[in-house]
């Protein structure tokens, strides 16, 4: 019941187009959603993060979607760029015990 | 957020030695964590570190192979006990701020011969 499931495992997408990736959850007491970007050889960096109270939140060309009830999840960029290029965990936690369940991580490759 | 550092970068160790690793923070924080990345997968909890507490350990990990010590609340250290092969990972430390946000160091790279 801890699992987070995450997809795709990897990712092409042109310069300028949309990258989608889903995650999934079956624990309910998880309330909070963070996302997270690793470039090779450096730690993950927080990219941006959701609680259960809302549905959607944008920052910059990164949204993260939110629906409760399927238990889904999805991050999504808009104009990809070659920078952008990297890997992503979706994450889960519950504010109570604080420790991060990662998914399986998505490799982006944007081409330019 | 907060600066996270990690020493040593990256380390070639020999079967059955042992390596420590430290993890410093530029701000006082209650909650720590050490994490392990094998090559081209996920993250896996290693244990939970609280200053003034013994630290806590995921199913898998064990005291003995992974010795963690808190002794204030901007420095942990993660030791690899015996090592082997299967310990060639990366090891990352993370601190939680404002209650749920957690950011990362930059890793350790260990290699095992």
């Known amino acids: 019941q801890q699992q987070v499931k995450q997809s795709p495992q990897s990712l092409i997408v042109q310069k300028g187009g949309i990258s989608i990736i889903n995650c999934a959850y079956e624990?309910?007491?998880?309330?909070?959603f963070p996302w997270y970007q690793q470039f090779p050889g450096k730690g993950p960096a927080l990219l941006i993060a959701?609680?259960?109270?809302?549905s959607e939140k944008k920052e910059g060309r990164f949204t993260i979607s939110f629906n409760k009830s399927a238990k889904q999840f999805s991050l999504h960029i808009m104009d990809s760029q070659p920078g952008d290029s990297a890997t992503y965990f979706c994450?889960?936690?519950?504010?109570?015990?604080?420790?991060?369940?990662f998914g399986q991580g998505t490799i982006l490759t944007v081409h330019p | 957020s907060a600066v996270i550092s990690q020493k040593p970068s990256r380390d070639i160790c020999q079967r059955g030695t042992s390596l420590t690793i430290q993890c410093q923070v530029d701000?006082?924080?209650?909650?720590m964590f050490w994490y392990r990345q094998q090559p081209g997968q996920s993250l896996t909890l290693i244990a939970t570190?609280?200053?003034?507490?013994?630290?806590?350990?995921e199913s898998g990990f064990v005291i003995d192979k992974f010795p963690i010590s808190r002794p204030n609340l901007t420095f942990s250290t993660l030791t690899v006990s015996n090592m082997s092969p299967e310990d060639s990972s990366i090891y990352l430390c993370?601190?939680?701020?404002?209650?749920?946000?957690?950011?990362f160091g930059p890793g350790t790279r260990l290699t095992v011969t």
């Open positions: 993370s601190v939680e701020i404002q209650g749920v946000e957690q950011y």
């Open positions: 624990n309910t007491a998880f309330d909070y």
């Open positions: 959701i609680r259960p109270d809302v």
């Open positions: 994450a889960a936690s519950s504010t109570s015990y604080g420790k991060l369940t």
């Open positions: 701000s006082q924080v209650t909650m």
């Open positions: 570190a609280n200053q003034g507490s013994e630290a806590t350990y």
